[in-house]
């Protein structure tokens, strides 16, 4: 993989895991857009040029840090249908992660984009703003190697799926391969009638009667009705404080509330050098404990009454737990994980906003579903629901599953604003605290926090092991070291896409944009 250096730039910068998400977002900015518009439309873009990860027929979560100080966030965030009992799934231990019966939650992404775009102040009319997508739908974009691949491995299970994957990613009976064109022209039509008829029509107008036509002849539970009664919501941001830094992430039904414990645990705990012992070691001790809370409490809030906030918010009780960890001794794990595939992205525009997103349709091309009249590949997002009576995550008619999807955002004391993020499921979380830290404790240059070896505790992309897996690159005595304490350690070969697609753009006080992206995917900076 080639050395990737830090970009700045002053006038806007965007920074997304395909290369031609980061040009169209850049593009809006020079027109004029602001960092909401640029946003949006890299994640229209995405959702054309990176089926294989996101989409349409999934959601969104996003962060926007205003220019002055405020901080808000919109959840483009699907409920379950109606129809999505437990005697829907009678017979069956877990719910499908393919198929009709996998696609049981409304798609929010589109809702996402209405309500960010509602309070971005910009300019610019949508039908600019999806140009760049319409585009690559209609006249087809280059199969990246990172798709490619996807493709082969996840074929067999992925053309046996009722609806049009097969005629639109296995044209000629086999797999797209590296360069070969990708063509989506009902995925163009489907998008340029949002850019005329608004977001609303997603939901509520004739595009919304094809997309539930096609959803129930395809055997899918979600209906008319369920998309009428989707909306977009705006939770405040959850928060928590370490030394120097205010740091922002997505309230539940995401893991936002495991990042920024994460990163307040490891805040008490001692490290004095870059991906050495104690700060690995601290960081996957501070993972067990953040994620325990997170399979115990995180879920629609709308079935819990714990107090996310307040935790963040109790510095006595953030010290218990950081005490309670073993700097010297790995605390037994294995616990479940999730696994899932996303795309994190970033704008920033010269009068300070920025923006730190993420959107989904869960699992590689989601539910497998694409939608023959729309072009639309169906999220399986409701897969991660427990067929249970009630507890966690509890399947139950229009409530939101848990997420795995979390967009980060720091305010440093000295002026600086941080957008950072990946893909990766079970490794968000991680991934977001290696390069966080790398950068802030330890003045790592922000490329080569990303680009640097990482480590994953758990599974991701397909995994089922809950080893500590790390890539090669590290100091030959941390492999040693880490077993030693007791960690299952699990040795991964060079960077790998396991470890996620990260980005991060950050802004100083005196206006200065630096960025980076992830040799791991397809990504670019594009700075103006």
Not at 21 to 49: F, I, M, S
Not at 390 to 396: I, M
Not at 415 to 433: D, K, L, N, S
Request: net charge negative; glycine share 12%.
């Amino acid at each position: 993989m080639m050395a990737l250096s830090t970009i700045s730039g002053t006038n806007g910068m965007v920074t997304a895991p395909h290369f031609l998400a980061a040009q169209a977002g850049c593009d809006v900015l020079k027109d004029g857009g602001n960092a909401v518009e640029a946003a949006v439309a890299v994640a229209a873009t995405l959702a054309v040029v990176y089926p294989h990860m996101t989409g349409i027929g999934g959601d969104s979560f996003w962060l926007v840090a205003e220019p002055d100080g405020a901080v808000h966030s919109v959840h483009g965030c699907g409920s379950a249908a109606a129809r999505a009992d437990l005697g829907l799934y009678a017979g069956m231990d877990a719910v499908p992660t393919r198929g009709p019966l996998a696609a049981n939650t409304v798609a929010g992404t589109v809702s996402g984009w209405a309500a960010i775009l509602e309070s971005g102040g910009g300019r610019l009319p949508l039908s600019r703003l999806l140009r760049d997508a319409i585009h690559h739908a209609d006249t087809g974009v280059a199969v990246t190697s990172g798709g490619a691949a996807i493709a082969a491995v996840k074929g067999a299970e992925l053309r046996i799926q009722p609806g049009a994957y097969a005629a639109i990613f296995e044209p000629e009976g086999r797999p797209l391969r590296e360069g070969d064109r990708l063509l989506q022209p009902a995925l163009a039509a489907t998008l340029r009638r949002i850019a005329d008829d608004g977001p609303t029509d997603f939901y509520a107008g004739a595009l919304a009667d094809m997309v539930a036509l096609d959803l129930a002849e395809l055997g899918s539970p979600v209906g008319r009705d369920d998309l009428a009664a989707h909306q977009a919501s705006r939770p405040a941001p959850l928060k928590t404080r370490i030394t120097g830094i205010d740091l922002y992430n997505s309230a539940p039904p995401t893991q936002g509330f495991a990042s920024l414990m994460i990163l307040a645990l490891f805040d008490r705990l001692r490290a004095v050098q870059a991906d050495g012992f104690d700060h690995v070691h601290g960081l996957v001790e501070a993972t067990k404990q953040a994620f325990l809370l997170r399979d115990t409490h995180v879920g629609d809030p709308a079935f819990h009454d714990f107090d996310y906030q307040g935790l963040l918010d109790d510095p006595a009780a953030l010290d218990a737990i950081a005490a309670s960890i073993d700097p010297a001794r790995a605390m037994p794990w294995p616990r479940p994980s999730a696994q899932g595939d996303t795309c994190w992205f970033a704008a920033a525009d010269k009068d300070g906003r920025m923006v730190s997103a993420i959107q989904s349709t869960y699992f590689e091309f989601g539910s497998g579903l694409v939608l023959p009249r729309t072009g639309i590949t169906w999220q399986n997002r409701g897969s991660s629901f427990r067929l249970a009576a009630d507890g966690w995550n509890a399947l139950r008619p229009r409530r939101k599953p848990f997420h795995t999807l979390n967009p980060a955002l720091a305010r440093f004391d000295d002026g600086r604003v941080m957008a950072y993020g990946t893909m990766g499921g079970e490794g968000q979380p991680q991934t977001q605290a290696a390069l966080f830290y790398r950068y802030v404790r330890f003045g790592v240059d922000l490329q080569q926090a990303i680009s640097a070896p990482r480590w994953l505790l758990g599974r991701t992309w397909g995994e089922n092991s809950t080893t500590l897996k790390l890539e090669d690159g590290f100091d030959d005595k941390l492999y040693t070291d880490l077993a030693a304490a007791g960690h299952d350690v699990e040795r991964v070969g060079p960077l790998t896409a396991m470890m996620g697609h990260a980005g991060a753009i950050v802004r100083h006080g005196d206006g200065r944009l630096d960025g980076a992206t992830d040799p791991r995917s397809d990504g670019q900076v594009a700075a103006w």
